[in-house]
């Protein structure tokens, strides 16, 4: 019996959701799994298909995080063949008794935004209180990990394991259709999919799109997700009159993502560090990679994890709009991207769930 306490599940949207909902699922083929979710919306539906036992924690946040403290305690109690226990954040084991999972293999992820906080800090301290507590600090990169001794969690406790990545899904032909008329005859074929946040720097994508306009007539730039630069980024992309070049979809059906990575030439996220806001890893370069389409990310972060540089893709300079532009060229002249694809197709098999889960089971 495997148990995992976290705030981020599906059906809600998201990285860490992801990452969790991969996690349950993989650990299910080694034995049951209980999660103990934060509700979100559609969640009956989802946890009736879903392969893990999920129980639901609603109501205001800080009484929220004592009752799934105090139910997981009881659960414990009640059922002596729980192997381990799983946290997605500190703030998941804040509240948790000591005594309770001291004798368990116990692992708390983290990431580099949610530790990212001055040493000595009211906030540092709790992060470093709630590490305590378990056995095992898995890091999502090199980077989280650098940041993770830096702040004072033990070098000793800290194990690099990367996220997991699902396997690609079958692309139907509506959804292959739908991306085909989305991008129709373009190149380059250019995607990222995130938030509409600074940390992401679409704002400086979409000024590389604007000059590159001029050397390739026909290039075309589709980026998914929602989020607070929204109004921002349409005000400069008819500044810039690129409004032919440029499609900003706010949300989309998982398939026609799906259908719309493997139809593009290039996954680009060249993410800056934005106040405490850093990229920690980057799985979204590895579910491209999974697709054959290689990437070029920002090198503030976890993103050299996730790109293996000049072999599946560049590592630009996220705050340097010409660092961005020169390597959009590199990625593509004398057709370098279809190198990188191949690449980055095998580069993203070590990152299969099957094999990831395998490095938390060894260390159990």
């Avoid at 059906?11 to 034995?31: I, K, R, S």
């Avoid at 059922?79 to 368990?104: A, P």
């Avoid at 979204?284 to 050299?304: C, L, P, Q, T």
């Amino acid at each position: 019996m495997f148990i995992i306490s976290t705030r981020n599940f599906p059906p809600e949207v998201g990285g860490m959701q992801n990452l969790m909902g991969g996690l349950a699922n993989a650990l299910v083929n080694h034995g049951p799994v209980k999660v103990f979710a934060d509700k979100s919306e559609d969640f009956e539906s989802f946890d009736k298909h879903s392969k893990a036992d999920v129980e639901r924690f609603g109501g205001i946040k800080l009484f929220r995080k004592y009752r799934k403290a105090n139910r997981i305690a009881e659960y414990i109690k009640e059922n002596k063949n729980v192997r381990s226990i799983f946290f997605d954040h500190w703030k998941s084991v804040e509240k948790i008794n000591l005594e309770i999972i001291e004798s368990l293999p116990t692992f708390c992820l983290i990431h580099s935004k949610e530790i990212n906080h001055s040493k000595d800090s009211s906030l540092n301290k709790r992060v470093l209180n709630s590490i305590k507590k378990v056995k095992y600090v898995i890091s999502n990169s090199n980077f989280t990990k650098k940041l993770a001794i830096n702040i004072g969690i033990p070098e000793n406790k800290i194990h690099i394991i990367h996220p997991g990545c699902d396997e690609p899904i079958e692309i139907k032909s509506e959804f292959q259709k739908q991306a085909e008329n989305i991008f129709k005859d373009s190149f380059p074929k250019i995607l990222t999919v995130a938030r509409l946040d600074k940390r992401k720097n679409h704002q400086s994508i979409l000024m590389c799109i604007r000059n590159l306009k001029e050397k390739f007539p026909k290039i075309k730039y589709v980026s998914i997700g929602n989020g607070d630069q929204k109004k921002t980024l349409f005000t400069l992309i008819k500044e810039l009159k690129i409004e032919n070049e440029v499609i900003l979809l706010e949300q989309t059906d998982q398939r026609l993502k799906a259908a719309l990575i493997k139809n593009s030439n290039l996954f680009l996220m060249p993410s800056k560090i934005y106040k405490k806001s850093v990229e920690g890893f980057g799985i979204s370069f590895i579910e491209a990679a999974s697709y054959g389409i290689g990437s070029i990310g920002g090198k503030d972060g976890g993103a050299s994890d996730a790109i293996d540089n000049k072999k599946t893709g560049l590592i630009c300079d996220g705050e340097d709009i010409n660092s961005i532009y020169e390597c959009i060229l590199k990625f593509f002249e004398n057709e370098n991207y279809k190198k990188f694809g191949y690449n980055a197709l095998d580069f993203s098999k070590k990152f299969s769930w099957n094999k990831i889960v395998k490095e938390y089971l060894n260390l159990i």
